[in-house]
């Protein structure tokens, strides 16, 4: 049986997106440290020790097909800047989630973030034809929950108790989405974004 997520290089114009390896594993330990970023507990960021792990674990699961990680590299630098990825993919429903993503300090707020989305939904709306694409975050990442709400995805819902965090805490995960019927008024957002950004 063929798998549904394949290897795949994205590009826009400030990054590239593609998928994540060993030869990742230095330059995604500078990321994370850019901020020291595993310091906020309600993120997925490794510590610099874990980023080897980090990797592995990553690889496993785009393995078994539930997920396509890719590291974020910088295409003015030709750096790593950190990690986002396909993940809870359900081929036969067409439907997976974009997260577990992380940028260093020093490239947050600078239209990164805006571009990988659009290229990430993009390539999920258009080319591996999802029906819709979840967003989750921890109820306590603020940033993150108004970042999702402003690429254009509607809360869903909140799943109460639902996960352990890295801490060990019981957290709350803010549920969001983006429909197929909804991805071009979205992408005509984002492109608006990016052409002010820009």
């Not at 230095?26 to 510590?47: K, M």
């Not at 869903?156 to 429909?179: A, E, P, Q, Y």
């Amino acid at each position: 049986m063929s798998k549904w997520l394949n290897e795949v290089a994205l590009q826009g114009d400030l990054v590239r997106l593609e998928l994540l390896d060993n030869k990742h594993e230095d330059g995604l330990r500078r990321a994370v440290q850019d901020g020291n970023l595993w310091e906020l507990w309600y993120t997925s960021s490794p510590h610099p020790d874990e980023a080897a792990a980090y990797i592995q674990t990553a690889r496993h699961e785009y393995e078994a097909d539930r997920s396509l990680p890719f590291a974020v590299i910088h295409k003015a630098s030709d750096k790593v800047i950190g990690t986002t990825r396909y993940m809870n993919a359900v081929a036969q429903n067409k439907r997976l989630e974009i997260g577990t993503t992380w940028y260093a300090q020093s490239f947050q707020r600078t239209g990164i973030n805006t571009e990988c989305k659009f290229l990430l939904l993009q390539y999920a709306f258009e080319t591996l034809d999802c029906i819709a694409v979840e967003f989750r975050t921890h109820w306590y990442n603020f940033r993150s929950r108004a970042a999702i709400a402003r690429l254009g995805a509607k809360q869903d819902g909140v799943l109460r108790n639902h996960s352990f965090d890295k801490t060990g805490n019981i957290r709350d995960t803010v549920v969001f989405s983006i429909l197929r019927s909804e991805w071009k008024v979205v992408q005509q957002s984002l492109q608006f974004k990016m052409n002010k950004t820009y």
